[in-house]
């Protein structure tokens, strides 16, 4: 379904493209509109009415709550409403069949599943829906009156199925008047082929030795595989989620939108705080902002501080999946946030090498909670990272994967933007049409072989799409 929708892309974007840059400027939100909501149909169709009561009952909600602003009740009492449609589609589309389980456990019972599928992005367009209505409670923004509008920021197709999640802040001025500029249509495509060189060169080709390691049976594998197989994990789900953002962004800057950066450099991180920091930086600050500050914050001492960061973490781990090892995981770093908090911060600070070990150490232990949702098959692969077992079958996927592992490992870090800049820096001084011939060869190839890749792959997962 996913891979399909991202095929129907490519067909459908140049063909899309030249309709909404014909379009005069006040018709630009409705092609754009109409747009992704082809596109979410194609792959969602049977979900096309879910979207559409989305945009309608939000859009109410904000003109309603701006109405009522003077009268707090009514106004609070109509944001609960828009959060409750909004949480109330998400847990029943994502959480029932996990409560169902889990009651029938407790209770020994035998009830039914409900036989639904996800559907896509919903994660992230909630999010991005309810955050309006709020800012709209708090002032922070006057309602959007044109449906059209409205529908546009919710519906943008490039980061609808997967982020980043775009506040209506982010974007107000751009939904009602934008400039379409040559520079920054040039920008966005280009960062739209590394974004999708990311996903599909990177991501598809190191995910495939985390699925050696899987096929293997974790019973079978020594310890040096176990670390190589979730280092591989750790970068297929960085390229995966960051190259879909990159590309979002770029596809943002090519329809004139500027969306926020998603992905810092997360793995050159010294601490597990510094780390969710740069990573997924839209969905941080969105619990920031309308979980961990309305709650107090750090405003009223540690032992509420903590409190206020064990919500947020469940919450995390819970938005990531209806399983408890997404729940283990938010909790984990909660518990390596709250000791980071508690002193050892201090420490990472003064020594450096012992910091960035021990961030891409637990790190590996955190993706490893993430990416084994069965608690037998995690023991067992637990077992394998703490218990030495020896092997040397590890030595043959290194042979067939090491140069996978080694892109990854470069692009991953800061080190990998500076090279680039310098090399482009030395070859602009000598001739800068040559520079603008190297990039755009550079940039070609690599669009002409990711879409070969897509076309022709087998192995071409989306991991964030199921979130």
């Given at each position: 379904m996913v891979f399909s929708s991202i095929l129907f892309l490519f067909r459908f974007l140049p063909m899309g493209l030249i309709c909404y840059y014909l379009t005069p400027r006040k018709y630009k939100n409705l092609v754009l509109t109409i747009l992704s909501l082809i596109f979410y149909s194609w792959g969602e169709g049977k979900y096309f009415l879910i979207m559409i009561t989305s945009i309608l009952v939000d859009y109410s909600a904000g003109i309603a709550i701006y109405r009522y602003k003077e009268h707090k009740k009514k106004g609070i009492s109509i944001l609960c409403l828009s959060i409750v449609f909004n949480l109330g589609i998400l847990f029943i589309f994502k959480y029932v069949n996990f409560f169902i389980n889990n009651i029938n456990i407790i209770f020994s019972l035998a009830l039914?599943?409900?036989?639904?599928?996800?559907?896509?992005?919903?994660?992230?367009?909630?999010?991005?829906?309810?955050?309006?209505?709020?800012?709209?409670?708090?002032?922070?923004?006057?309602?959007?009156?044109?449906?059209?509008?409205?529908?546009?920021?919710?519906?943008?197709?490039?980061?609808?199925?997967?982020?980043p999640i775009v506040k209506y802040t982010d974007i107000q001025n751009e939904i009602k008047a934008r400039n379409i500029e040559k520079d920054k249509v040039?920008?966005?495509?280009?960062?739209?082929?590394?974004?999708?060189?990311?996903?599909?060169?990177?991501?598809?080709n190191i995910g495939m030795l985390w699925s050696e390691v899987e096929n293997t049976?974790?019973?079978?594998?020594?310890?040096?595989?176990?670390?190589?197989?979730?280092?591989?994990?750790?970068?297929?789900?960085?390229?995966?989620?960051?190259?879909?953002?990159l590309m979002a962004r770029g596809l943002g800057q090519i329809l004139g939108f500027n969306f926020p950066r998603n992905f810092n450099y997360p793995y050159a991180s010294r601490s597990i705080s510094e780390f969710w920091r740069r990573w997924h930086i839209t969905l941080g600050s969105w619990f920031k902002e309308y979980v961990y500050i309305p709650l107090g914050g750090n405003r009223n001492g540690k032992f509420r501080t903590i409190?206020?960061?064990?919500?947020?973490?469940?919450?995390?781990?819970?938005?990531?999946?209806?399983?408890?090892?997404?729940?283990?995981?938010?909790?984990?770093?909660?518990?390596?946030?709250?000791?980071?908090?508690?002193?050892?911060?201090r420490v990472l600070n003064k020594y450096k090498v012992f910091s960035h070990i021990y961030t891409i150490f637990f790190l590996l232990i955190g993706w490893t909670v993430f990416a084994i949702t069965d608690f037998e098959s995690m023991k067992v692969f637990f077992s394998k990272l703490f218990i030495y077992n020896n092997g040397t079958e590890?030595?043959?996927?290194?042979?067939?994967?090491?140069?996978?592992?080694?892109?990854?490992?470069?692009?991953?870090?800061?080190?990998?933007?500076?090279?680039?800049?310098?090399?482009?820096?030395?070859?602009?001084?000598?001739?800068?049409?040559?520079?603008?011939?190297?990039?755009?060869?550079?940039?070609?190839?690599?669009?002409i072989i990711s879409v070969a890749y897509l076309v022709d792959a087998t192995y071409n997962p989306f991991l964030y799409f199921r979130f």
């Amino acid at each position: 379904m996913v891979f399909s929708s991202i095929l129907f892309l490519f067909r459908f974007l140049p063909m899309g493209l030249i309709c909404y840059y014909l379009t005069p400027r006040k018709y630009k939100n409705l092609v754009l509109t109409i747009l992704s909501l082809i596109f979410y149909s194609w792959g969602e169709g049977k979900y096309f009415l879910i979207m559409i009561t989305s945009i309608l009952v939000d859009y109410s909600a904000g003109i309603a709550i701006y109405r009522y602003k003077e009268h707090k009740k009514k106004g609070i009492s109509i944001l609960c409403l828009s959060i409750v449609f909004n949480l109330g589609i998400l847990f029943i589309f994502k959480y029932v069949n996990f409560f169902i389980n889990n009651i029938n456990i407790i209770f020994s019972l035998a009830l039914s599943k409900v036989n639904i599928t996800l559907p896509l992005g919903i994660s992230f367009y909630t999010f991005q829906t309810m955050s309006y209505s709020i800012d709209v409670y708090k002032g922070r923004i006057k309602p959007e009156i044109n449906i059209i509008n409205f529908a546009t920021f919710v519906t943008l197709f490039p980061q609808l199925i997967a982020g980043p999640i775009v506040k209506y802040t982010d974007i107000q001025n751009e939904i009602k008047a934008r400039n379409i500029e040559k520079d920054k249509v040039q920008e966005g495509i280009e960062k739209f082929i590394l974004g999708l060189g990311r996903k599909v060169l990177i991501a598809n080709n190191i995910g495939m030795l985390w699925s050696e390691v899987e096929n293997t049976g974790f019973n079978n594998i020594s310890t040096p595989f176990a670390y190589v197989g979730i280092l591989a994990f750790s970068l297929q789900i960085y390229f995966d989620f960051s190259g879909y953002s990159l590309m979002a962004r770029g596809l943002g800057q090519i329809l004139g939108f500027n969306f926020p950066r998603n992905f810092n450099y997360p793995y050159a991180s010294r601490s597990i705080s510094e780390f969710w920091r740069r990573w997924h930086i839209t969905l941080g600050s969105w619990f920031k902002e309308y979980v961990y500050i309305p709650l107090g914050g750090n405003r009223n001492g540690k032992f509420r501080t903590i409190i206020n960061l064990f919500v947020v973490w469940a919450l995390t781990g819970l938005w990531h999946g209806a399983s408890f090892n997404f729940i283990i995981w938010g909790l984990l770093f909660f518990s390596l946030i709250c000791i980071e908090k508690l002193g050892l911060i201090r420490v990472l600070n003064k020594y450096k090498v012992f910091s960035h070990i021990y961030t891409i150490f637990f790190l590996l232990i955190g993706w490893t909670v993430f990416a084994i949702t069965d608690f037998e098959s995690m023991k067992v692969f637990f077992s394998k990272l703490f218990i030495y077992n020896n092997g040397t079958e590890y030595i043959y996927y290194l042979r067939n994967y090491g140069i996978s592992l080694c892109i990854g490992i470069f692009f991953s870090m800061p080190m990998s933007s500076k090279f680039y800049l310098k090399i482009e820096n030395m070859i602009t001084m000598k001739s800068e049409i040559a520079m603008e011939i190297i990039k755009t060869i550079i940039l070609m190839s690599i669009f002409i072989i990711s879409v070969a890749y897509l076309v022709d792959a087998t192995y071409n997962p989306f991991l964030y799409f199921r979130f």
